[in-house]
């Protein structure tokens, strides 16, 4: 568990210390979730790990490739399982579950809206928007996994009518049911938000 942002940044730290000692010169990541919500100042939590989304690789063409997986994944782990020991983190501290969503599409323009950090001389980190997250947010509270933290992350995000407009559409192309546009609809009344839930 994190409680601040340094506790963040030093263990992402550490992990780029930890790549390096495996011979990994550089490694790109796109992190969403709480971890990012809090580093850019969105909110201020406690949170339980750190959500990779992607892995970024380049083409020849220097055209930017989100993975789910990455090429350096047996060194990726080893130094992710030093830094859970150096810092006695729960096992899965680091992980790319949210990476998932690669499958159904990204909220257009996600890569040009991220801001990147760099950890040591080759980590990399790109943390998703506030927009994004509003994206992602909603879906997951719609979802009700852990719909308490998303719905807080939600209101704190303080998004406008056509952010949460954008954020509805999007949710719905990832699930076309019409049980879940009624959930959606339901959790956006609840926020206030019925005018955005009429457009729907």
């Not at 495996?22 to 939590?45: P, Q, T, W």
């Not at 501290?93 to 990147?116: C, H, K, Q, T, Y």
Request: proline share 2%; aromatic share 8%; hydrophobic share 45%.
């Amino acid at each position: 568990m994190f409680g601040n942002v340094k506790e963040i940044e030093a263990v992402l730290l550490a992990l780029a210390e930890q790549l390096e000692a495996v011979g990994v010169r550089r490694l790109e990541i796109v992190v969403c979730g709480g971890a990012a919500l809090n580093i850019l100042g969105f909110v201020k939590r406690t949170t339980k790990d750190v959500d990779i989304m992607a892995f970024v690789d380049e083409s020849k063409d220097g055209i930017t490739i989100l993975n789910k997986t990455t090429p350096l994944e047996s060194e990726f782990l080893n130094a992710a399982e030093r830094v859970k020991n150096d810092f006695n983190l729960p096992e899965h501290w680091i992980n790319a579950v949210p990476a998932s969503v690669i499958d159904f599409g990204l909220p257009n323009g996600l890569m040009d809206r991220v801001e990147i950090r760099k950890y040591g001389e080759n980590l990399i980190v790109r943390f998703i928007s506030r927009y994004d997250q509003i994206h992602f947010k909603l879906y997951a509270a719609a979802d009700q996994t852990r719909k308490d933290v998303h719905y807080q992350d939600l209101i704190d995000l303080k998004p406008t009518v056509g952010e949460l407009e954008d954020a509805a559409r999007w949710c719905m192309t990832h699930d076309i049911s019409a049980v879940f546009k009624e959930v959606l609809i339901d959790l956006l009344t609840q926020l206030g938000r019925k005018d955005v839930a009429d457009k729907l």
